[in-house]
């Protein structure tokens, strides 16, 4: 397996908020495949370093950034999506972010204790379920969702937006 570690992404900031939404959507690409070559990867050699330290990425970015990322779009983007008559989409989103955290749920343990050094337990199934779900979902986020949630916010709308989601972060 070539080096787990993940690069910080495309350079852009919470000044402007939907192009962060878009750059997280990367890291969840990136993440995911990381999981999935994690999986195959412990299949043929066990819960070595290079194992224990793409277990402990999956588990950070699953852990502390997805979470963030699913409440910047419950609190800026569903909101949104509403109040523009598209409440079916949005109620998908909001399930789908429902059952992508209990996709995780079943993951967070295997992958903790192969960062434990315990390899057994990270099934492929479960791996791939949680793969194709974020990607049905990132598909109606980024070529639906965003566009219309953005439409009509002016300069200070979206600064507010990028102020709000930077400050969680910080705090």
């Known amino acids: 397996m070539s080096s787990p570690l993940l690069h910080a992404g495309p350079a852009v900031g919470f000044d402007t908020p939907f192009e962060m939404l878009d750059a997280c959507h990367e890291r969840v690409r990136r993440t995911l495949d990381l999981l999935q070559r994690l999986q195959a990867h412990v299949a043929q050699h066990g819960a070595d370093a290079q194992a224990r330290s793409a277990a ?6 699953f852990d502390i950034a997805a979470p963030l990322h699913h409440q910047d779009e419950e609190l800026h983007v569903l909101p949104r999506l509403r109040a523009q008559g598209l409440g079916e989409l ?3 989103l909001q399930a789908d972010h429902d059952a992508l955290h209990r996709r995780w749920q079943v993951l967070r343990e295997p992958l903790r204790a192969l960062q434990a050094g315990q390899p057994e337990g990270l099934a492929q199934a479960d791996c791939q ?4 779900h974020y990607a ?4 109606l986020e980024d070529g639906t969702a965003f566009a219309a ?3 009509g916010l002016d300069a200070p709308a979206l600064a507010a937006m990028g102020a709000e989601m930077a400050a969680r972060r910080r705090g």
């Open 129 to 132: 379920g949680l793969a194709q």
């Open 90 to 92: 949005a109620d998908q």
């Open 136 to 139: 049905r979902h990132m598909v």
């Open 56 to 61: 402990a990425d999956v588990l950070r970015y």
């Open 149 to 151: 949630a953005r439409q």
